[in-house]
């Protein structure tokens, strides 16, 4: 799972990103809300954690206007003010649920895997499944009814992000920054290679017309009719 995580304090966001980073969470990090928005904008993340005091777009106005674009990734606010008129006020403007700093690791942690499993991310890795494909988190392996794939680890997360987002349209940008993050070397077009070794699996079951090309865009998981 990606986090993103957006605080403006050097040394608090290099804990936190330390903390998910050890409990296997796959962090990317900025400290101005400008930076947090355009990553933010991009879909590609499971939970956004969220300093409400920013340089560039302050917290608030960050998450506002990823709603107003219809992005709706989960968000922990962080904030310093412990007041009722702090709270409501984030969560109005669109954030799940928030942590009042200074905030102890086991806080944090809880709070990420309650809201996580509140919008069924956690609960759904354990088998996701569109037609005939699915995969099995337990086994990080992919199948066509009972015959496994047989996936590399880029293979599987390709194949999941494309049932978690079935029938809807995944740029090249989205896909790379999901897969290899956006500090990856590599350059985008490593997308069109793992989704042809993908497509590649799937046809030993006929199963490739699964993952459409939407031209000079992207992909998209969908099956013909009769197939779902």
Not at 156 to 185: P, V
Request: glycine letters at 8%.
């Amino acid at each position: 799972m990606r986090i993103l995580v957006v605080e403006d304090d050097k040394h608090l966001l290099q804990a936190i990103t330390k903390v998910l980073t050890r409990e296997g969470y796959q962090v990317d990090s900025a400290e101005r809300g400008d930076d947090g928005f355009m990553m933010g904008e991009r879909g590609s993340y499971d939970l956004l954690l969220l300093d409400i005091m920013l340089p560039g777009l302050d917290g608030l106005t960050v998450i506002k206007r990823l709603r107003e674009k219809g992005i709706v990734t989960p968000v922990l606010f962080l904030t310093a003010k412990d007041s009722v008129e702090s709270r409501v006020i984030g969560l109005d403007a669109g954030a799940d649920d928030y942590i009042v700093k200074p905030f102890a690791v086991e806080e944090l942690l809880a709070r990420t895997r309650v809201v996580l499993r509140r919008y069924g991310k956690l609960a759904s890795e354990g088998e996701l499944a569109y037609g005939p494909i699915k995969i099995k988190a337990a086994e990080y392996d992919g199948y066509v009814g009972d015959h496994a794939l047989k996936l590399t680890t880029k293979e599987f997360e390709l194949l999941k992000y494309f049932l978690h987002n079935r029938e809807q349209i995944l740029t090249r940008e989205q896909i790379f920054d999901r897969i290899w993050g956006i500090n990856s070397e590599v350059n985008y077009g490593i997308v069109d290679v793992y989704v042809h070794y993908l497509r590649k699996k799937l046809a030993d079951y006929e199963c490739d017309n699964f993952i459409r090309t939407i031209r000079n865009v992207g992909y998209m998981m969908k099956g013909n009719v009769g197939d779902v």
